[in-house]
């Protein structure tokens, strides 16, 4: 005969199921699994969202425990279950997807039944003995959904934000490593895909940087919103079911156990509709894209050909391109950053679009909107990490097609433009297009600046930032 498998039942509003005892999850989990087989984004995915229940869970347990409504042995079992789930432990159990209706009741619900079920282990009962300590009861004492749930993403969504920042500036850096490498590479600016000044490729990188590097101000700015929180709202912020004085003691809990600075929001009605604070970090987020895009699109034009393109740098070599061409290389690293960049963009009209949806006193939307917010800082710090390590670093310069570029370029005539005035300027540019010379050999040819004074212009250092030369045409 085989092994039977131990079972228990659990009842709910609808009825009863039979659960099997490897589950930490109860009756409503389960409901929220069968009725939202939406996504393949599920809970145990995120660990940090987890993190952020077992940190809202716990809070509340010291608020109820002062308040006397949780025995000793409840407030010891509920603090070491959360601290299991803080340790990395058990997240399998959270099995619902991220997508889901009830305004993340499903999620709620399952940390309650699995919190409930290790706190009995941890004091020495059977899960599912819930006279002991219940999900209801306990768990969720002096809560809801409707501010349990928010307040956890806002908590996941801030360690989120955290974790992101040193993915961010470590590609920073590495591009100013690459600004200094290319420091005296002199190549050709270009405006509107046209020749303009002469510039240097270490300028060019270290503007990659720079744009990149402003943008950590905007999401610590909006990351800032996630410490304001509606725990002790409880369903719409009027605090029903709750005790005078749990709304500050829960938050004080929680500043101590995150150690950070953690604030009630000052009005909880209009906190528990409000979802701006995801709306606003997506913005932040969608600004990193469209950045890291446009500095992925000039890395595949500045590497382009690379004997009929502009061929201007090197990306390192890391697969072959075609299954038809032989030879053939393509920047596949900057391609698969500019496709996260599109998801991430696009994830931000979805929550801007789940934030204008909220009805009355609740935004029922809430569960995309995290989905969108903990998927975006993911996609975004591993295409950080891949741009950098397979891409960025691995950078060389053609530094000899860059210097003939510049040699053989319209656009140096605007360099000389200050020492021999715009007539000559306009006179030798059309000259140049018509003949095939370059400027360069036309100013000398005309009579206008000697050989000297042209290198003097034309000397890298005298090209990349203001100057003041004193130099006059010879005619």
Avoid at 334 to 341: K, T, Y
Avoid at 397 to 421: F, M, Q, W
């Amino acid at each position: 005969m085989g092994n039977s498998v131990k079972t228990r039942i659990e009842h709910d509003l609808l009825g009863e199921r039979e659960m099997t005892s490897d589950k930490l999850y109860g009756i409503q989990t389960l409901r929220g699994i069968e009725n939202f087989n939406i996504s393949n984004f599920k809970l145990s995915q995120y660990p940090l969202f987890i993190n952020g229940l077992a940190y809202t869970k716990m809070a509340a347990a010291y608020a109820n425990h002062d308040l006397g409504l949780l025995t000793e042995e409840q407030f010891k079992g509920i603090c070491a279950a959360c601290k299991d789930l803080l340790d990395g432990k058990y997240h399998d159990q959270f099995p619902v997807d991220m997508i889901q209706g009830g305004a993340g009741t499903s999620t709620n619900m399952n940390a309650n039944e699995v919190i409930a079920n290790l706190a009995l282990i941890h004091t020495g009962h059977e899960p599912g003995e819930y006279q002991y300590c219940d999900s209801h009861d306990q768990i969720n004492r002096s809560q809801s959904t409707n501010d349990a749930y928010p307040t956890a993403i806002h908590l996941g969504l801030y360690a989120s934000h955290l974790a992101l920042l040193p993915h961010l500036e470590m590609l920073i850096k590495s591009f100013h490593k690459k600004g200094e490498e290319f420091a005296s590479v002199i190549k050709m600016g270009r405006t509107q895909l046209q020749d303009a000044v002469p510039m240097t490729l270490g300028q060019t990188f270290n503007g990659f940087a720079s744009i990149l590097n402003d943008e950590i101000k905007h999401l610590n700015q909006a990351a800032e919103d996630f410490l304001t929180v509606n725990m002790g709202a409880t369903a719409v912020g009027t605090g029903i079911c709750s005790e005078p004085g749990y709304a500050e003691a829960t938050v004080k809990a929680l500043a101590e156990l995150t150690g950070w600075d953690i604030k009630l929001s000052g009005d909880l009605v209009g906190a528990t509709s409000d979802t701006s604070c995801m709306v606003g970090y997506m913005s932040a987020l969608k600004r990193v894209a469209v950045k890291l895009n446009k500095i992925c699109n000039d890395l595949r034009l500045l590497s382009s050909g690379p004997r009929c393109g502009l061929g201007e740098i090197n990306l390192p070599a890391r697969q072959p391109g075609s299954s038809i061409m032989p030879g053939k290389v393509n920047p596949v690293i900057p391609e698969v950053a500019s496709q996260v960049a599109f998801k991430v963009i696009g994830n931000e009209l979805c929550v801007t679009m789940a934030g204008e949806a909220s009805q009355l006193e609740l935004n029922a939307m809430e569960p995309v909107m995290a989905q969108c917010c903990f998927e975006s800082v993911d996609l975004l710090k591993n295409a950080f990490d891949t741009l950098r390590t397979l891409c960025v670093d691995g950078i060389t310069a053609n530094e000899k097609a860059c210097r003939d570029e510049v040699h053989n370029s319209i656009g140096i005539v605007t360099a000389l433009n200050p020492y021999i005035g715009y007539d000559h300027s306009t006179n030798i540019a059309k000259k140049a297009l018509q003949t095939g010379e370059s400027v360069s050999e036309l100013v000398v040819k005309e009579g206008i600046l000697t050989n000297e004074d042209l290198e003097t212009i034309l000397d890298p250092k005298n090209m990349v930032k203001p100057v003041k030369l004193d130099i006059k045409p010879l005619k």
